[in-house]
């Protein structure tokens, strides 16, 4: 019985290292994908165009 219990504690045990490893992966992924957010064309970018077209844009 002990044995079976062991066996069950150790399959729990590595699902939840597989789990918190998708975790880190998925988190990981999310914080490049907020880099690249930064990244777009802000709107200092589209003030910078206009000005250069001598428009009045703010």
Do not use: C, G, W
Not at 11 to 28: A, G, L, S, Y
Not at 35 to 55: D, G, L, Q, W
Request: hydrophobic share 40%; glycine share 0%.
């Amino acid at each position: 019985m002990q044995h079976k219990i062991n066996l069950a504690m150790f399959v729990i045990n590595k699902h939840i290292d597989f789990v918190e490893e998708r975790i880190r992966k998925v988190e990981e992924i999310n914080s490049k994908n907020q880099e690249i957010e930064f990244k777009k064309p802000t709107v200092a970018k589209y003030i910078k165009k206009s000005k250069k077209r001598n428009f009045d844009f703010i």
